[in-house]
């Protein structure tokens, strides 16, 4: 069995969160090793499908906590400009607005807020007319968008 990021924050205790909102019964859960073991062991107790991650850092949870503002800070050194090309942003998984692109802190949201993949596909997908291209040495984000729905994508 496998269950949305919406159920799986239902068994959740406070040192776990959603990092990664990925499609329709795929998600991944960040916070302390203990805590994740604890969750995972549950899970397949319940007969949830789940594999353990290994990962340099918990990205995406209150373990990031304490980078938020020195990375704020780097990225105030940057000059930032509003965006030629509109992108979805992985923060609210719609079109990024310009003053989000030209905030500091929007950047630093990155550290800790989940990943809105599934959300930012159907933004995405929205228009009929658009095309996916993944581009690297493998399909991994091909793959999350076609269970996100019937697509045709094209790796490169």
């Known amino acids: 069995m496998r269950l949305d990021a919406q159920e799986v924050a239902k068994r959740l205790g406070p040192e776990l969160t959603i990092a990664s909102d990925n499609a329709p019964g795929l998600c991944v859960v960040a916070g302390p090793h203990e805590a994740v073991a604890k969750l995972e062991a549950a899970l397949t107790a319940d007969e949830v499908v789940c594999r353990a991650l290994h990962t340099s850092?918990?990205?995406?949870?209150?373990?990031?906590?304490?980078?938020?503002?020195?990375?704020?800070?780097?990225?105030?050194?940057v000059a930032l400009d509003e965006p030629r090309i509109p992108f979805v942003s992985t923060v609210s998984g719609t079109w990024i607005r310009a003053e989000e692109a030209l905030s500091p802190e929007y950047w630093a949201r990155h550290l800790r807020e989940t990943v809105r993949f599934r959300e930012g596909i159907a933004t995405l997908l929205a228009d009929s007319g658009r095309a996916l291209l993944e581009v690297g040495p493998r399909g991994t984000l091909a793959t999350l968008a076609r269970r996100g729905r019937g697509l045709h994508l094209v790796r490169s």
């Open 57 to 77: 850092h918990a990205f995406h949870s209150a373990m990031m906590d304490e980078a938020i503002e020195p990375f704020a800070e780097h990225v105030r050194a």
